[in-house]
């Protein structure tokens, strides 16, 4: 199976939206698909921060 466009994967979370989604719905759905694939691709690439570094950032 091809993997799919970037295109494609834009229709699809387009066609998941509900039919009165305005279009401010349509631009955080789609800032929010950009800002998981930009976090995935940064921890495929190593530069992700340990659990125990986070907690002692935010002082937890």
């Given amino acids: 199976m091809p993997v ?3 295109r494609d ?3 699809e979370a387009m066609d ?3 039919p009165n ?3 401010d719905d349509a631009i955080e ?3 929010f698909l950009a800002k998981i ?3 995935l691709a940064e921890l495929d ?3 992700s921060i340990p659990h125990d ?3 002692r950032r935010l002082g937890l």
Avoid: H, M, Q, S
Wanted: charged share 35%; glycine share 8%; net charge positive.
């Fill in 29 to 31: 759905r789609l800032v």
């Fill in 53 to 55: 570094e986070v907690k």
């Fill in 9 to 11: 994967r834009i229709r």
């Fill in 21 to 23: 989604a305005t279009f």
């Fill in 45 to 47: 690439a190593g530069k």
């Fill in 16 to 18: 998941k939206l509900p």
């Fill in 37 to 39: 694939e930009t976090g």
């Fill in 4 to 6: 799919p466009t970037t």
